[in-house]
Each structure stands twice: as C-alpha cells, then as structure tokens.
C-alpha cells in the first residue's frame, strides 16, 4: 500500500469509521460505502413514492356471461375395405409384358428336349405335337417360332389378343389338360431344326385330357346382380360403408361425443351402434384423417341444466377404419339408420351430397 493509500485511508476511517474497515484497503472500502449510498438514496425515493399512491381499493370483477358459444363435436367412420386383388392391366402394360416374354424366348437357349421326355415316349410324343402347334416351348405368348426367319417379329400386332389374360389362360390350361392333340410329327423339334425322327406323314394322336382345376373369375357373381351391400364385389378396388340416416341422405357412420370420450372411442362405438357387433373392425390410430366444419345461418341455444349454450355450428372429425370380417346389421341399430352399401369412391360422388362430397373426397381412395 502507497503512502497516497495509506492518507487516504485515514481520512475515510475519520469520516465513517467501522469495526471491520482496518482490514479493508481504501478502493475496496470507497467502492463499499459508495454503494450503501445508492441504495439508501433508492430505499427513500421508493418509500415516498409509495406514500403518494392512493390506498389499493377492490378489484373490478369481469362479467359473468349467461350464454357460452361452442360447435357441436361428431365423430363419423370411414369404414373400408382394402382391394383383395391386383388392378387390371392396361393395354400398354398387356402388351410390354407380353413382348418381355416372348423376347425372352428369344435370349434364352433352346429348349433340350430330350433331357425332359425320353424318346418315343407319350410325353415326348405329346411335346412333338405342341410344338408343332405353337412353334415354342412357352405356353402362353401364342403361335410364335424364337429361331425362325420371323423371330424378329416380336412384337404384339394391333388387333392381336394374344396379350390379353383370359387368352392366356386359355392356353395355359389347354396344355395342361392335354389329349385331342394331332399333328403330322416332323416339321419342328422346338430348336428351330427338321425333325425327321418319326417320318414326315406321321400323326400323333393323343387322348389323354385331363380335368384341371379353373382359376376363379375376377368377376364376382356381385358384380354380375349389382349387389351393393356384399363384400365380395369390385375385388380390385377399395369399397367404403355407407349408411342412409334419418333425412334420407347417404353418409359415413357419425355420432356426436359424449363428455370426456376420445375421438378414438367414439369411432369404435359408434360402429357398434351403427352397424352392430358382427362386424370385426379396426380403427386406424387416435388421430383423424380430415375434418368439415359447418356454420349455422343463426345460432341454436340449448339448455343443459343450469348453463345455456349457443351452438354456433358442428364440427365432424372422420376417423380411418378396416373391417377385417362379418357384415353390416341394421337390426339393432341406434342412431335411425335405415340402409347400408359397399360403395367405391366414384359411385360415392353419385350418391351424397355435392357440399359432403367436397369434404371426403381427399380422404378416399381409388384404389388401396
């Protein structure tokens, strides 16, 4: 400490003595007495400003309102049935697979024969007559030779039906039957080389046909009636439950929420409700997939016990669902509904009201 610290100290300690100030330098000292200063200065000013202000008095209470604004709360089901089959094919895409086949016959080596059917045996016989018929081992891309002069010529011709899946099948079940099958042997042996085994006015007659089993038709006897109201119908494409309410107009499955139930809860009870408990069902998440709010022209009041509220609207939330198996039962229903349908989303348009419409479409599906 300088002589100039020493002085100055000194001279504090006159004008302010402490008991603790003999351990503390000048600066420390000065900077500590400084601050008690200010804060007494401040203590004052707060005091005699809070001498000034008027005693506190009651605090205003807000209006009590009789009449509460609020939106009637639904939960309607989008109840559906996902496709059972694969769409039908284009004629573009009919046609590129077919030709992918038969180029295929063509990269591919040539079909040995004999290492499949021994020779002069029934079936070697059987695969000399084919052959003849077809000019290639592949069953089902028509009357086509891979190694002859017009195995460039793969292409599907405008017209040809050859692409087309019954044709296809057809075939395919053609050969498997077998038998009725006859031939001069000897043209052909399936390498694009003559066969001379067997003498060229051989014929092969076979009668060995078979019963197969046949595939089932992507045409359902459904489809056939026009029943709306069966499963089975329109197996390629998503069909959705409708119901017809009390006034007459076609829509998903709706009832409003009861007091502290989840979205979730009402979509499952209102399908019990609606379309009874045969049906076994899925609701999609907690979250809904899309909502329509509607404005009443004027408000409606209602009364519930001592409160009146104004509704000013309803607000639906649509839920996603799957069924998974049963059917509809309007037997027991409680919510007045008097029919149901199985409907695709273009036979929905049709059906509801243009105003429903423009609110669902975006949450349907044309296919899965």
């Known amino acids: 400490m300088s002589r100039g610290h020493v002085r100055a100290r ?5 004008i302010n003595p402490t008991p603790f100030d003999r351990n503390i330098c000048s600066n420390c000292l000065f900077r500590i007495q400084r601050s008690i200063r200010h804060a007494s200065s401040a203590t004052a000013t707060s005091s005699k400003a809070t001498a000034d202000l008027p005693p506190p008095g009651p ?30 094919l284009t004629p573009f895409e009919k046609a590129y697979y077919f030709y992918q086949r038969r180029l295929n016959e063509r990269l591919a080596l040539p079909f040995t024969r004999y290492f499949y059917y021994p020779k002069d045996t029934p079936e070697d016989l059987e695969w000399k007559a084919k052959i003849k018929e077809r000019l290639t081992p592949a069953r089902d891309i028509g009357r086509y030779s891979a190694y002859g002069k017009e195995g460039w010529n793969d292409e599907l011709l405008v017209g040809g039906r050859e692409s087309e899946p019954e044709v296809q099948v057809e075939a395919l079940i053609q050969d498997a039957m077998g038998g009725n099958t006859g031939g001069k042997v000897g043209a052909t042996d399936g ?8 003498g060229e006015g051989d014929v092969v007659v076979l009668d060995r046909k078979k019963e197969v089993e046949r595939p089932l038709s992507r045409v359902t006897e459904a489809d056939r009636t026009g029943n709306q109201k069966s499963l089975d119908r329109m197996l390629a494409r998503t069909l959705y439950l409708l119901f017809r309410g009390t006034e007459g107009k076609w829509m998903f499955p709706t009832s409003t929420l009861v007091p502290k139930e989840s979205l979730h809860t009402a979509a499952e009870r209102t399908l019990v409700q609606a379309g009874g408990i045969n049906m076994n069902t899925w609701v ?3 979250v ?3 909502h329509q709010s509607i ?6 009041e209602m009364e519930f016990g ?8 309803a607000k639906t939330f649509f839920m996603k669902a799957r069924i998974m198996a049963g059917q509809a039962n309007l037997t027991e229903n409680k919510l007045g509904l008097s029919d149901f349908r199985w409907l695709a989303k273009d036979e929905i348009r049709t059906e509801v009201q243009p105003q429903y419409w423009g609110a669902v479409k975006n949450m349907l599906v044309d296919r899965g």
Do not use: C, F, M, W
């Open 191 to 198: 390498e694009g080389t003559p066969d001379g085994e067997g």
């Open 295 to 300: 404005t009443y022209k004027s408000p409606v």
């Open 59 to 88: 605090k205003p209470k807000a209006p009590i309102s009789s009449l509460s604004s609020t939106y009637a709360i639904s939960a309607s089901v989008i109840l559906s049935r996902p496709p059972l089959l694969t769409r039908d």
């Open 284 to 286: 999609v998440g907690n």
């Open 10 to 14: 000194q001279a504090l300690l006159q």
């Open 288 to 290: 809904p997939i899309g």
């Open 306 to 313: 001592n409160r009146k509220i104004e509704q000013l609207g």
